[in-house]
């Protein structure tokens, strides 16, 4: 008699990361968008920050646990300047060019990864 219940349980988790791939390209759309949305506004807006923050720190844990390093690093460090940027004395002043390039070029890095991730 064959074990099957390896396969089972391999067939179980394979159908979970199919899942997650299928939802991965939204969550990464959100990020983008809020970071669109926040580079756009006059304002620099402290609630974008905290929620680019939040969905990057989800996004880091959730594609390391299915493997995705790539991802699960790019989210992380798009979640640490968020958190750096929410810590400095005057959160609601935009940050210097240089920090907005960086965060811009982190957060392009996302986009690639999830279609590479995918196919």
Same mark, same amino acid.
């Given at each position: 008699? /064959?074990?099957? *219940?390896?396969?089972?349980?391999?067939?179980?988790?394979?159908?979970?990361?199919?899942?997650? @791939?299928?939802? +991965?390209?939204? @969550?990464?759309?959100?990020?983008? #968008?809020?970071? %669109? !949305? +926040? @580079? $756009?506004s006059s304002a620099w807006n402290v609630d974008f920050v905290e929620?680019?923050? #939040?969905?990057?720190?989800?996004?880091?844990?959730? $594609?390391?646990?299915?493997?995705?390093?790539?991802?699960?690093?790019?989210?992380?460090?798009?979640?640490?300047?968020? +958190? +750096?940027? !929410?810590? %400095?004395? !005057?959160?609601?002043? %935009?940050?210097? *060019?240089? !920090?907005?390039?960086? /965060?811009?070029?982190?957060?392009?890095?996302?986009?690639?990864?999830?279609?590479?991730? /995918?196919?």
């Amino acid at each position: 008699m /064959i074990d099957t *219940s390896n396969q089972t349980k391999l067939d179980k988790i394979q159908a979970l990361k199919d899942a997650y @791939c299928a939802e +991965l390209p939204p @969550c990464v759309e959100a990020i983008v #968008q809020l970071w %669109r !949305n +926040l @580079c $756009a506004s006059s304002a620099w807006n402290v609630d974008f920050v905290e929620e680019i923050k #939040q969905k990057a720190h989800i996004l880091s844990g959730s $594609a390391g646990m299915f493997g995705m390093m790539d991802i699960s690093i790019t989210a992380g460090a798009v979640e640490e300047q968020m +958190l +750096l940027w !929410n810590q %400095r004395p !005057n959160p609601k002043h %935009r940050p210097a *060019s240089d !920090n907005i390039q960086k /965060i811009d070029a982190l957060v392009s890095l996302l986009q690639p990864s999830t279609k590479t991730t /995918i196919s």
